[in-house]
Every structure is written in structure tokens, then in C-alpha cells.
């Protein structure tokens, strides 16, 4: 059988049969995570039945998609649905190692199949995307985090410019993993717009919630308030279901007891990424 395997975050899955192997190889990013030197803990496959029992628990709209996500008899589902288009289905059960794919495979709709199920199949083992644009210094990565239109990539970009030293790891959906108490930040092949694709992890120094302001300030946020800013930033269709919230959960609580979490009120300057930039890394001293 034609099959693919990847590694991302340290967790390894496959895609198989030739269709599916097909749309990912034009999918820009997974190439630079195909790897082969592990065994996967999970793959894709093609299904030509679909879920029954569907339970929707949140929807959702992009472009001209509606999203639905839910429960099933046995696991969970999403639904993607274009106008004048047909839907893909994708579907995987509770402590199963299969994700299902039935419909259209349009590349905007598969890869964002594959995020979901991943997302699924490795929440459980203390890994979670969050939302974000994520820099890395001295060796260590700062998640940037915020709504659409806030900022995260003008100041990553800033910090480019002006942080000697400083390069962007993922500007969309790093990968944060917890492995024996340490909190990790892995680049990913989901990266937005911009193209940075690379297989590499780093020890999080902190997490930055943005907002745009006339001035530039910034003060650390006590834990309740960390937990509120970094919970919007995690997958949103994963909040309405105790089995999936609940690892999330576990997730954000060692995030913020490894690292901490700022808000950043800023202009788009210079003087905005030196003040994050000296705030997070004095504080490491």
C-alpha cells in the first residue's frame, strides 16, 4: 500500500493509500516533515462509509465553509461543507489509532482535517496547537498571541528586525508538548500564510496576549488571567467536550506553571519588541 509517514511534535503518523498521499505531497509544508524513522502512533485513511450518531457541539464559518464538530457513537467528527461544493467528513474513535476521510479533498479543507485530527489523536499525550506566532531567542520560544488583526506577525517581525539573534519558528500553529514536566514548542507544517516549515523544538520561556494601544506597556498577568489568555488560543471545537477540554486543560495548567504569561499593549515599533523582548528575558535571569 502507498503510504506516507511524519513526524510533528515528536509524534509520528502515516497517510495512506494513493489518494491520500496524492493531496498531502501538495499541501506546502509536510514535505519537511516527512520522516520514516519511527513507527506511527496513528494514520489517515480513506473510509468509503460515514459516522452515524452525529452530535454537533460547535459550528463554525471560514471563507465560504461551514464547519460543523461533534460527537459520534464512538468518538468525534467534523464536517466541512463549501457552497456548491460537496462536504468532507473526517471522524475518528475514543482511544482509536485510525482518523477516517470520506469526501471532497480540496486542500484547504484537507489541511485543515489533518490539524483537527491531529489534534485529536494526541491531546491525551499532553500536546496541544495554540494559536499563535512564535519567535524564538537565546534558544528559547515565546508564543505571540491574539485575535486575527491584533498584531502577532507585525511583532515577530520586529522582533526580526530589531532582536539580533532572533528567527520566526511558526507563524500560525505552533505545537506546544509537555514531556516529563517540560514544556516544549515544536515548528509545524500548519503555519499560516507564511511559509516556515521547520522540524525543530524549543523550551518555552513564555506566552505574550497582544493588544493594540497608543502606548507601550506590559505586566505579567497572575495564573487565572494566563489561563484566559491562553485558552481562546487553543482549538475552539475542542472546548465543548470534557473527554478532549480535559487533557487541554492539564495542557495549559503546565504551561503556566513552567512559564509565564504577559499582556502587551503596544504600538507596531521597535520599542515594542524591546520592551517583550527585555521584560521575558530579564525575568529569566
Not at 182 to 199: F, L
Not at 212 to 239: D, T
Request: net charge negative.
Amino acid at each position: 500500500m502507498t503510504s506516507k509517514r511524519y513526524r510533528v511534535a515528536d509524534h509520528y503518523f502515516e497517510v495512506q493509500g494513493e489518494t491520500l498521499c496524492g493531496e498531502i505531497s501538495r499541501i506546502g509544508g509536510f514535505s519537511h516533515f516527512e520522516d520514516t524513522s519511527g513507527d506511527p502512533d496513528f494514520s489517515f485513511v480513506l473510509s468509503d462509509t460515514l459516522p452515524c450518531g452525529l452530535v454537533e457541539q460547535y459550528s463554525f464559518d471560514y471563507e465560504d465553509v461551514h464547519g460543523e464538530f461533534g460527537s459520534t457513537e464512538e468518538g468525534f467528527y467534523l464536517i466541512q461543507k463549501p457552497e456548491a461544493e460537496e462536504p468532507l467528513y473526517m471522524w475518528c474513535s475514543l482511544g482509536g489509532n485510525e482518523v477516517f476521510l470520506n469526501g471532497n479533498l480540496s486542500l484547504r479543507l484537507f489541511r485543515f482535517a489533518l490539524w483537527v485530527g491531529y489534534g485529536l489523536m494526541t491531546c491525551s499525550r499532553g500536546t496541544v496547537a495554540i494559536h499563535s506566532s512564535c519567535i524564538v531567542h537565546d534558544g528559547k520560544a515565546v508564543l505571540f498571541l491574539g485575535e486575527s488583526g491584533t498584531g502577532k506577525s507585525t511583532h515577530t517581525r520586529l522582533w526580526r528586525e530589531n532582536i539580533s539573534g532572533s528567527f520566526l519558528l511558526n507563524d500560525d500553529s505552533p505545537i506546544v508538548r509537555i514531556i516529563d514536566g517540560s514544556v516544549w514548542v515544536y515548528g509545524s507544517p500548519w503555519s499560516g500564510k507564511t511559509p516556515c516549515y521547520k522540524q525543530e523544538r524549543y523550551p518555552l520561556a513564555g506566552c505574550v496576549r497582544l493588544s493594540q494601544a497608543p502606548y507601550n506597556k506590559m505586566h505579567k498577568l497572575p495564573v487565572l488571567k494566563g489561563y484566559a489568555a491562553l485558552h481562546p488560543s487553543c482549538p475552539p471545537e475542542f472546548a465543548y467536550d470534557e473527554r478532549i477540554y480535559s487533557h487541554i486543560s492539564s495542557s495549559l495548567g503546565q504551561i503556566l506553571r513552567s512559564a509565564p504569561c504577559w499582556w502587551l499593549e503596544c504600538l507596531p515599533d521597535a520599542d515594542a519588541a524591546q520592551l517583550s523582548c527585555n521584560t521575558i528575558f530579564s525575568s529569566q535571569l
